[in-house]
């Protein structure tokens, strides 16, 4: 009987010797990778989240789960960030911090040009969110918006955003959105007009430069065909007619590029402007 006694307190002692040196190091594993988090050495302080996650597996891990979202998010994983912010979210017990859980992951969303999933997040959230959430759903369904080109619902709801004592921005955000460069250069115009005229569509994109060059080009080959047709042989001529077919081609292909690039330009010098505007405001 003393014997089994004895056993049993070793073994007690065993076991608790093993699970206090295994709390121990997840403890130390933890403050570790915390204090490497916060000196942004995110390779070393994503293994040891991840170390953690090994050994914790079947526990509530909300607190790892949400710094690893954290840690590729300022890598720039974006997709990476989404999937532990999924789980994060599924961890957490706090309205508010689920909350910014749901706007750091349509963030990424956002980063990724992945509007229509960020619009999911954003429509499921609460429509009994305080005024500070509120205000801050209304801004990114803004930016949503604007990156899908709709841009009479992302002035509605940029607008939205702001408090009802900033007049004046809310008036220089409406201008904002009627300047015609929001639609313009048009890529398909651009592109029609140098199937017009080799050179006007790079003309009317604003590239003058490019436009002469290619009104230049195609023209004196033109030139040359006719040339030779006329001095020696239609058939000579025909040998002539490729190079002048890829130039042309590429003319209006070329435009429309051009356009496409200006009009980007336009646009994210609208929305920078539409940002400053909101940050103005001094009631939000």
């Known amino acids: 009987m003393k014997l089994i006694k ?18 121990q190091t997840i403890s130390q594993t ?35 789960y949400n710094q690893i979202a954290n840690i590729y998010l300022e890598l720039h994983d974006y997709s990476k960030a989404v999937e532990y912010y999924k789980l994060s979210i599924n961890c957490c017990t706090n309205d508010s911090l689920k909350f910014e859980l749901i ?8 980063f990724e040009s992945e509007f229509r999933y960020a619009l999911i997040d954003l429509y499921g959230l609460s429509d009994t969110l305080s005024i500070y959430f509120q205000k ?35 008036d220089a955000i409406h201008i904002l959105f009627t300047n015609k460069k929001l639609k313009k250069p048009n890529p398909k ?12 569509g790079q003309i009317y994109a604003g590239d003058i430069k490019d436009g002469v060059n290619s009104l230049f080009l195609t023209s004196s080959i033109a030139t040359l065909a006719i040339y030779v047709a006329t001095q ?12 002048y077919t890829r130039f042309y081609q590429g003319g209006f292909y070329n435009a429309k ?11 994210n010098e609208i929305f920078n402007n539409v940002i400053n505007e909101i940050d103005k405001c001094d009631c939000n």
């Not at 706007?103 to 956002?110: E, Q």
């Not at 930016?143 to 900033?166: P, Q, R, T, V």
Request: charged share 20%; net charge positive; glycine share 2%.
């Open 6 to 23: 004895k056993y049993i307190t070793l073994f007690f002692i065993i076991f608790s010797t093993i699970y206090c040196t295994n709390a």
């Open 30 to 64: 933890i403050e570790f990778a915390d204090n490497q988090f916060e000196i942004k050495n995110y390779e070393i302080a994503l293994q040891n989240y991840k170390r953690i996650l090994f050994f914790e597996k079947e526990k509530n891990n909300f607190y790892i």
């Open 103 to 110: 706007f750091k992951k349509a963030s990424c969303y956002i």
């Open 136 to 170: 801050r759903k209304f801004f990114y369904l803004g930016i949503c918006f604007y990156g899908l080109n709709n841009f009479d619902s992302a002035e509605k709801y940029f607008i939205k955003s702001m408090a009802n004592c900033c007049a004046e921005q809310q």
């Open 189 to 200: 115009t651009a592109y029609i007009l140098s199937l017009i005229l080799p050179g006007l």
């Open 232 to 243: 020696y042989h239609v058939i000579d001529a025909i040998s002539i007619v490729p190079w």
């Open 257 to 267: 590029n051009i356009a496409e690039k200006k009009l980007q330009t336009n646009r």
